[in-house]
């Protein structure tokens, strides 16, 4: 593969709108994964950079002056593993015998390993601070970086966390390594402290639809009176507005959409279900300590990977509502939760956010566009308190029933589909055991007192095996660099095949026919003599 045509394959992803908190970053200074490394004729990898050692020792003085040396590096793309560059999948095979495969049923699907790499990418990336004009450190949290543009308090203007300024970053902690998410909200002044005692109600709140806080804190490292929260991150994470209120999103969705005849797309209602189903369970959860969500809403909930969204920003408008509000635990707020669900299910299936506000002309087009079931339910919840009553979050889980079934099934169907993937990589570190046994016996100086010991016995056969499997040159006496035939013969080895084979010695003068369950009993005999010693 030819360098040029790498970087014509450059990918791109846009930071997320202004008026959205999802976790998603501008990428687009980073090259395609495989970029900056290529592969040369003997099929190594070598960076096109490479630092001289006048400006290593310059870079290791660097280190030793400046604390925040690696906050403040230049930014290097991370490269993936190049056995990773395995082709497409092939047409279908009808034919294939009982006991054949296909070379992508050795290996993870394409689009996992994606979609895994660029959560990692993510997470890893970082910039120096003062090219971002952010501080070192806050508190404990250090390397930030905006997860999107700073949304600055302009005349009439205010962004959609709770119509305060926002600015969101993801800090690495000094205290545990991990990476968070921060929530500033700016030019908060916080009179009363014991406003945080929510925080500290919330964190003992576990479930998998809601996003845990871990703590909130005021700093004037920003120049300003801030008040901060801490939520755990999730990369690449979107809001359910960008996802389906937005003409890109709509357009990176794959079978969760369908159009009808009239050319409208609407959201399917197994999906609506879905995520009807995850945020009763959250707000069940939330009611049964005695707290109200308070951020059922497109743009505070988070889509993490298919089907599975979270309840971002609990606590935060407990923590700033304290002052003006005498109970924000109490029954009307728990209420509004109810009310917020039902606003959002018509956000999901009228596509707007606003919806909402044009209550007949959408419950009609829902009527025709999904069933009574979900209609039914939506009226539940929109209804005003003096025409329904109370709302039980426990009867609403009885309206929803034969749907949880649905929702149950699906999940753990897909927690089957993750156990196969992960079974394909359970022994994937056999074969590097034994390049590891190999890599002790082969070229040893001296074992034993006796300098030539891996040149004799048991251990020239594995030398003359290495040989074999590495070393190969074709007619032209050019290196043989063919991945297939070392994972083939390494396998081979690893199941002691009864399979013969021919080595020979680097002079030619010499040839030996053994088997691989030969050679593997030669290595474990030689590791055996390695380890005897050890106490």
Known sequence: MQQSDMHESKS??????????????????MTNSFSNFGLSNDGSTSPEQAQSPTQMMATMGMMQADPYYYMNAPVFARQPLQYHLYASNAPPVSRLLPHHRTIQSFFMPDNLREELTQRNETTLMSAPAHDLGLPQEVHVYHSLYPLQHSQMAMPGEVSSFFGHPTSVYKAVSGADGRTYVLYRIEGFRLSKERAMSFVEQWRKVQHCNIISIHEAFTTRAFGDASLVFVYDYFPCARTLHDVYMTPHGQMTLQGELRTKKTGKTIVSEETIWSYIVQIVSAIKTAHATGLAIRSIDPSKILVTSKHRIRVNCVASLDVMDYETKDSVCSAENREQDFVALGKLILALACGSPMAHQHLPECIESISQDYSE?????????????????????????????????????????????????????????????????????????????????????????????????????????????????????????????????????????????????????????????LTSGRK
């Not at 791109?12 to 200074?29: K, N």
């Not at 979900?374 to 025409?387: A, G, P, W």
């Not at 006796?450 to 190969?472: M, N």
């Open 12 to 29: 791109r992803i846009t930071s997320a709108d202004s008026q959205s908190f999802g976790y998603t970053q501008d990428m687009s200074s």
């Open 373 to 529: 079931d979900l209609k039914d339910v939506i009226l539940y919840l929109i209804t005003s308190e003096e025409e329904e009553g109370d709302k039980d979050v426990d009867e609403l889980v009885a309206m929803i029933a034969p749907h949880v079934l649905d929702e149950i099934d699906r999940s753990q169907s897909y927690n089957d589909s993750f156990e196969n993937e992960l079974s394909r990589e359970l022994e994937n570190g056999r074969l590097v055991r034994l390049l590891i046994k190999m890599g002790f016996i082969n070229e040893r100086p001296e074992f034993d007192m006796d300098p030539s010991w891996s040149e004799t016995g048991d251990r020239y056969i594995i030398k003359l095996f290495r040989d074999y499997v590495f070393h190969q040159v074709d007619e032209n006496g050019t290196p043989v660099i063919d991945m297939v035939h070392v994972l083939t013969c390494l396998n081979k080895l690893d199941a002691g095949l009864d399979e013969k084979m021919m080595l020979m010695s680097r002079d030619e003068q010499s040839c030996l026919i053994v088997s691989y369950k030969e050679v593997k009993n030669c290595i474990i005999a030689a590791f055996k003599d």
